[in-house]
C-alpha cells in the first residue's frame, strides 16, 4: 500500500479521512499475534489529506493490513 493513501478503517468517524502514514512488519505479539504487515493509520479533517507531509504518532494507531481498505 502507498503511503498517504487514503483508507477505511473499523472506528471511522463521520466527517473525518483516514490516511496512511507508516508501515511496520510486525508488532509485539502479546498484543496482536496476527502476520503483519502494519500500518499507522492517521486521522485528518476531511479535505486536509494533502497537508499531510510525514507521521504524527500522536494522531493516529496501528492497524492490521487486514482491518484496513484502501478507497
Same mark, same amino acid.
Given at each position: 500500500?502507498?503511503?498517504f493513501s487514503t483508507v477505511l478503517i *473499523?472506528?471511522?468517524k463521520t466527517g473525518m /479521512?483516514? +490516511?496512511v502514514t507508516a508501515e511496520i512488519s510486525s508488532v509485539? *505479539?502479546?498484543m496482536d499475534p496476527? *502476520?503483519?504487515p502494519y500500518y499507522f493509520?492517521? /486521522?485528518v479533517k476531511k479535505g486536509t +489529506?494533502?497537508?499531510i507531509k510525514k507521521a504524527n504518532f500522536k494522531q493516529?494507531?496501528?492497524y492490521n493490513c487486514s482491518d484496513v481498505i484502501l478507497t
Open positions: 500500500m502507498k503511503m *473499523p472506528e471511522a /479521512e483516514y +490516511v509485539n *505479539p502479546e496476527r *502476520p503483519g493509520i492517521q /486521522e +489529506v494533502k497537508k493516529g494507531k496501528f
